[in-house]
């Protein structure tokens, strides 16, 4: 791979300060990646570059059709001070199956994993000691024919950032949410198992919504009926059922609409691992208010790849406000996110294979 170092790297001491911060996208490690792919030549060779602004034409085809997919991913430090990746072929697969269904081309999962791991090797000091912090991986790809012709664009550029993160929300409180019947996030035959960009930014109107609510996050509904329980925001939900060993854990099947979340599908063996029974299930409106108010239902969280695990306490609707339990993080969601963390952290046994070492 060609390299352009940076010449003015951050030092030590900014660096060490601008990770300390947390946040998530706050600062932005020393270099990226960009690679460029024409429909004629295929993919050329990727080059790390130093971090900085692009030139793009005003009439580049992603300004105006918004065929752009991304992903997000994340290195984290090791008990002896290496770091590993979690489970990136996942996101390899998922973002070849994102540029698919946006007709842009597919990055072999090998090509896709030697990004990540040159800008790892090169960024190592940027990734944080602390269990719960990791170097946040965002790939992204977009359209650049020049032009305004509807059609799939000839041109597309690869790019990788990153930037070192703390929680996303906090472990300690839960969130409130708005269950929204007026705005739906995608619908059979859509993007809604695409992580492109266009997804996210028709979910903006229905956030602002929840906020007006005074709710924290959006809880999205299917789009024909207006009751089935999909995602919360940009994160997969889970409901607990019972308490102690005999817990069974819940979660919306995937129907199509649902952005398949690949800490979704590893809390699934987590918590097998962990004796729990689970189930991939339709869940409606009135399953989780019925629930939770007859006890059945006693934890409820939202898991992603950027919050981890977020518990949910309080959720309002049209037909009315329910908080499970006692409205606080419950014991079972904390047992995952923990298991989840030593995982990915090398402090839990790996029995899946998930950690990728880089260093």
Known sequence: MKST?????????????????????????DHMITCHWSEKDGWQEPE????????????????????????GMKAYRQPDGGVSLFRPEANARRFAKSAARLALPQMSVESFIE???TLIKQDSTWVPNNIGESLYLRPFMFATEVGLGVRPSNKAMYMLIATPASAYFSSNSAVSVWISTEYVRAALGGTGEAKCGGNYAASLVAQKAAAKEGCDQVVWVDALERKWIEEMGGMNLYFVKGKGADATLVTPKLTGTLLPGITRDSILSVARDLGYTSQEVMISIDDWRDGVESGEITEIFACGTAAVITPVGSAKSAIGTWITGDGQPGP??????????????????????WMHRVI
């Open 115 to 117: 990004t990540l791991e």
């Open 332 to 353: 079972i969601t904390a047992q995952i996110r923990s298991h989840l963390l030593g995982i990915q952290h090398g402090t839990v046994e790996d029995k899946h294979g």
């Open 5 to 29: 170092l940076n010449l003015h790297m951050k030092d030590d001491a900014t660096r060490a300060a601008q990770i300390a911060e947390g946040g998530f996208g706050r600062h932005y490690t």
């Open 48 to 71: 790390l570059v130093p971090y900085g602004p692009i030139t793009l034409d005003p009439a580049t085809a992603v300004f105006h059709y918004a065929q752009e997919i991304f992903e």
